[in-house]
């Protein structure tokens, strides 16, 4: 990243855009200051290091980062997100659908809080009691369309639209029988299915979530998938490095290591 801006300015433009105003942002930036060193350090760094990296639009690095407070259960920092991804250009049916493909990856519990933080940011920022619009509802599909639509997903995630879907089938249920027909059925006729958020983003949601619970050996197949559906080389480091400030370094270096690893495959 090449900006001749000095750290403090590039933090405090974050600061900015993070808020939605001059002056929030402003105000941020003192509470920062008053923190001592942890502050100097969320400012400095958090913001004028890592949030103003130009490698990762601040739309996608806002999608990234309520991806990880929602998989930890930080309920304190996310309404300060949320509302960040607002600023940052998330519609609310985007952050909506982030909570619903959480639940399929980090739990329905850790989904359910999130959507009751998002929930009463929309109904502050409309001054009501509670949010004016409903999320989008599920659409009930017999089981048929739920299996033909989570075999087209599986299509685009391993990236063979040639897919032998009846094979690929009979092989998931062969390995982890009614755990993969949920798999199928559920996690991706279900959820990775609905059009209120694509792929693309779908992954990066992913593998946040992953990076933030430490699961190797699933974010390294869907390392390959965010691949398949869009995300650069160069996005999914961008999640790593992001992680560094909202997870710590030795989830950040595992999560590089995994990508790093499956970059290497796909070169070789």
């Known amino acids: 990243m090449s900006d001749p801006k000095t ?28 923190q001592g060193a942890l502050g100097s350090f969320a400012l400095h760094t958090g913001a004028g290091e890592i949030w103003s990296r130009s490698e990762l639009a601040r739309r996608d690095r806002s999608l990234v980062v309520i991806s990880f407070l929602t998989a930890l259960g930080r309920e304190l920092e996310l309404p300060a997100h949320i509302a960040g991804g607002l600023n940052h250009g998330l519609g609310r049916d985007e952050i909506d659908e982030i909570m619903v493909q959480m639940s ?3 739990g329905t519990p850790f989904a359910l809080a999130g959507a009751r933080i998002a ?11 509670q949010r004016t619009t409903p999320p989008a509802p599920a659409k009930q599909k017999d089981p048929e369309k739920r299996r033909a639509d989570g075999l087209d997903v599986l299509r685009t995630l391993l990236g063979q639209p040639d897919l032998d879907t009846a094979a690929t089938e009979a092989a998931i249920i062969d390995q982890q029988g009614d755990m993969g027909r949920l798999v199928m059925d559920f996690a991706f006729g279900d959820v990775w299915s609905r059009p209120q958020l694509s792929r693309r983003d779908r992954s990066l949601v992913v593998i946040s979530v992953l990076t933030a619970l430490s699961m190797m050996h699933e974010l390294e197949i869907h390392l390959r998938g965010a691949l398949n559906h869009g995300v650069t080389r160069e996005e999914i480091e961008e999640v790593m490095i992001t992680m560094v400030l909202y997870g710590g370094f030795p989830r950040a270096i595992d999560g590089m290591r995994c990508a790093r690893k499956v970059f290497g495959a796909d070169s070789a």
């Open 7 to 34: 750290r403090y300015e590039r933090g405090l433009d974050v600061c900015q855009t993070l808020t939605g105003s001059e002056e929030a942002g402003r105000a941020l930036v003192e509470h920062f200051e008053s």
């Open 104 to 106: 399929a990856y980090a």
């Open 119 to 129: 929930a009463q940011v929309f109904a502050q920022q409309d001054g009501t009691e």
